[in-house]
């Protein structure tokens, strides 16, 4: 169970993408500057002003993309990770109980055993159900950085919008009916202001969301080392394993492998993007 989180946000202003022979330029829409008026329409109650941002990665130019688009890439990945923590956080909770860790009349999965931790759960999994796991995020992964040519899509590093996920129903033959975002349809149409509105309170939460899986995943490891669950009268069930860890060691010549795969795989899909610059002629 792994969980990053990015450090800074934030949104607008311009810069000109080097026009290439068949496409059409792109305005890129973050600065430093944007992230400061983000933070001031968005305030926390932490006690500082400006935007938290120990490291300075607002100025940073990752990959010689420029710093907008770093900024781009930054934004995106808070928003990201914090929807990945607050799906982590509620499913830490749900399979804490005995609705889910409980006994089932068909079995979850060949091995399954109640009355065991989340991470027990986890562990517990034939490596091939884990590989279709990844599989399935990693199709998932794809598909919201632009592979397929989603129609209207705009890289986050191009002036797209962060955390904009395309649109995936119909997609894989027909195979995938639902959107991932309101996938019965059933949310009313938003005005400019609720959609902002509902973008602050997305970043708020899923930073919220980060601390809090963290928390728990802490305190099963250590107990005691969150004391707020103690003065809750919330006991979060202790793991004695290695929650960063993977099932077979990092030496294993199917991981080696696989490792070599999924790299290479992301490497073709950053040039695709146009995250990696290329080679001149």
Excluded at 123 to 128: A, C, G, R
Excluded at 159 to 181: R, V
Excluded at 253 to 262: D, G, N, S, Y
Aim: charge should be negative.
């Amino acid at each position: 169970m792994k969980t990053a989180a990015a450090l800074v946000v934030g949104v607008a202003s311009a810069f000109q993408m080097p026009t290439t022979p068949g496409r059409p330029a792109t305005v890129m829409h973050e600065t430093k500057a944007d992230l400061v008026a983000l933070c001031e329409k968005n305030p926390t109650a932490l006690p500082f002003e400006g935007i938290w941002d120990p490291l300075g990665c607002a100025d940073y130019n990752f990959w010689g993309l420029g710093n907008e688009a770093t900024i781009g890439y930054l934004r995106h990945a808070e928003i990201k990770h914090g929807r990945v923590a607050m799906a982590g956080f509620l499913g830490f909770c749900a399979q804490s109980t005995p609705l889910v860790a409980g006994e089932h009349i068909i079995q979850p999965y060949r091995g399954y055993v109640p009355g065991v931790t989340p991470q027990e759960q986890w562990d517990n999994i034939p490596l091939i159900g884990k590989l279709q796991i990844l599989v399935f995020v990693g199709m998932l992964e794809s598909y919201g950085e632009g592979a397929g040519s989603p129609a209207g899509y705009v890289h986050y590093t191009k002036g797209g919008k962060p955390g904009y996920y395309p649109p995936i129903a119909g997609q894989a033959f027909g195979q995938i009916p639902f959107d991932l975002f309101d996938p019965f349809g059933i949310l009313p149409e938003q005005s400019a202001a609720e959609k902002e509105r509902g973008l602050f309170a997305e970043i708020n939460n899923g930073r919220l969301a980060m601390i809090g899986l963290f928390s728990v995943l802490a305190e099963s490891a250590v107990p005691g080392s969150n004391p707020q669950y103690k003065i809750f009268a919330v006991t979060i069930p202790p793991y004695d394993g290695n929650i960063m860890g993977s099932t077979l060691p990092l030496d294993d010549p199917f991981l080696v492998k696989l490792f070599a795969v999924l790299a290479v795989c992301g490497f073709f899909q950053q040039i695709t993007n146009g995250a990696v610059p290329k080679l001149p002629k």
